[in-house]
């Protein structure tokens, strides 16, 4: 994934920008930047964040920056915000998203001969340097973001900083969320709300789908009206949202808790105690403890002075080991006890069956596992945060090759939680990680928990459709 901040100001607003920025380090574990205009000049820096974090980094170079008007962005995949040079002036510009047809694209830029890209270390072509080439290929910023949606097949927001202001362009379904807020002499335009309160602003906007808006020192400008149609990722209030923010009207936390809630209306296994899997599970378990009225509890503690986040390191393995040594166990709470542990999804599985080997080394009697979301069975198509994930390392998916003895052709069946095969699914792969019983969020209360109807929700990953 990725995340990014602007502001625009009447007064310098460097640090509005670092700290917003940095409110999206959960978001994005490889690179980090800010770029702010100066009043004459861009002035950037980027820097490799995957040991370090975003603030540590950049600290020192904050002396060096000033200016009324910047963006920052924190991102898995490529070194932003970028600047640009081109008949359209000079400009910043910062992306959130995924392009599935960027080498089509690209391609098609070619048949202007003076064309090309620069590769990245890892020889692809930074996303963000081919959306400002669509940019630049249009007669003004409107029409260049116009152009970005329409041709961009799978999603992409925008910043684009400019002299007169910033550009902030929502991606054509609304995917992912772009917020404004506003304080005296001064706005901001933010993935994450939660960016507001500690910086001074209250939530002013929230762009609609495919929206194009204008922010300056002096107030906000619609370029393009929103679309009618929006397709949000519903993972954002499940897993990768913040729990501080708001979407679309529905607070992370709060639909976790009613999320927790809906699932133990649904249950009635005998336990001792609910627990969280640190970090997202936590506001599911404690919903489904306040509806069933069983003590929630903490009998694992996260270290997090030294350990980096568990998907921070890009190899599996590693990121398995994070996993593992930060997750510290509380045997007195565990010895005897019936346990049920409620966590966000279940991806691979492999992390979840280390902790579930360990509760047991501390002579837990049960370990029952509640996931917030239904089965994964397929891998996004429309954002970054699964990239690296084959969908054949689902756990979802190897239970069904295991069940059928080869990928099927239709996957219906599989989605269904009133078919036989969803529940031999599910039956494999909790014997499979060792689970004492495992249960799955079903997907209708779940969007009831999101509370933004269904018709504006994405649900791909668990059902394939939009």
């Not at 209708?444 to 109807?453: E, S, V, Y």
């Amino acid at each position: 994934m990725s995340g990014f901040f602007g502001v625009v100001s009447k007064e310098d607003c460097v640090t509005d920008v670092y700290f917003g920025t940095d409110y999206h380090s959960h978001l994005g574990t490889s690179r980090g930047g800010i770029t702010v205009w100066s009043g004459n000049s861009f002035n950037s820096k980027i820097h490799n964040i995957e040991n370090t974090q975003f603030r540590a980094k950049f600290e020192s170079e904050l002396p060096e920056l000033k200016g009324h008007m910047g963006i920052g962005c924190i991102s898995d995949i490529e070194p932003q915000p970028l600047t640009v040079r081109s008949h359209l002036g000079q400009y910043a510009i910062s992306t959130v998203g995924r392009i599935n047809n960027l080498y089509e694209i690209a391609e098609n830029a070619f048949t202007n001969r003076n064309m090309h890209f620069l590769e990245t270390s890892k020889g692809t072509i930074n996303p963000t340097e081919l959306v400002s080439v669509i940019i630049d290929q249009e007669e003004s910023f409107k029409d260049g973001l116009l152009k970005a949606q329409e041709l961009i097949q799978g999603s992409c927001s925008i910043l684009l900083l400019t002299p007169q202001g910033i550009y902030a362009s929502r991606d054509k379904l609304g995917r992912t969320p772009l917020i404004v807020g506003e304080k005296e002499g001064s706005y901001c335009v933010s993935f994450e709300s939660c960016t507001f309160t500690n910086l001074g602003y209250k939530f002013r906007y929230e762009l609609g789908p495919g929206e194009i808006i204008l922010l300056t020192p002096d107030g906000t400008q619609k370029i393009a009206p929103p679309g009618d149609k929006m397709k949000i990722c519903a993972f954002l209030w499940v897993y990768y949202g913040y729990p501080s923010s708001t979407y679309e009207g529905m607070n992370v936390e709060v639909m976790r808790y009613r999320n927790g809630a809906a699932m133990a209306k649904n249950d009635d296994v005998e336990i001792d105690m609910v627990a969280g899997i640190p970090d997202s599970g936590v506001g599911h378990a404690i919903g489904y403890s306040n509806q069933s009225q069983i003590p929630y509890g903490r009998p694992f503690v996260k270290y997090t002075p030294t350990w980096a986040r568990s998907f921070m390191p890009q190899d599996q393995s590693i990121r398995n080991l994070v996993a593992r040594m930060k997750l510290m166990p509380i045997p007195e709470l565990v010895a005897d006890k019936r346990l049920l542990f409620c966590d966000d999804s279940i991806v691979r599985g492999t992390q979840m069956r280390e902790t579930v080997d360990l509760l047991y080394k501390c002579n837990a009697r049960k370990v029952h596992i509640r996931s917030a979301c239904p089965p994964l069975v397929f891998g996004c198509k429309y954002l970054n945060f699964s990239t690296s994930r084959s969908e054949m390392d689902l756990a979802a998916r190897q239970a069904i090759i295991e069940l059928e003895g080869k990928e099927p052709d239709f996957f219906d069946a599989y989605c269904d939680p009133a078919r036989e095969e969803y529940n031999c699914m599910v039956n494999c792969i909790s014997k499979r990680l060792s689970f004492s019983t495992l249960k799955y969020q079903n997907i209708h209360d779940m969007i009831d928990a999101i509370g933004i109807g269904k018709d504006k929700i994405c649900t791909y990953c668990w059902n394939g459709k939009e």
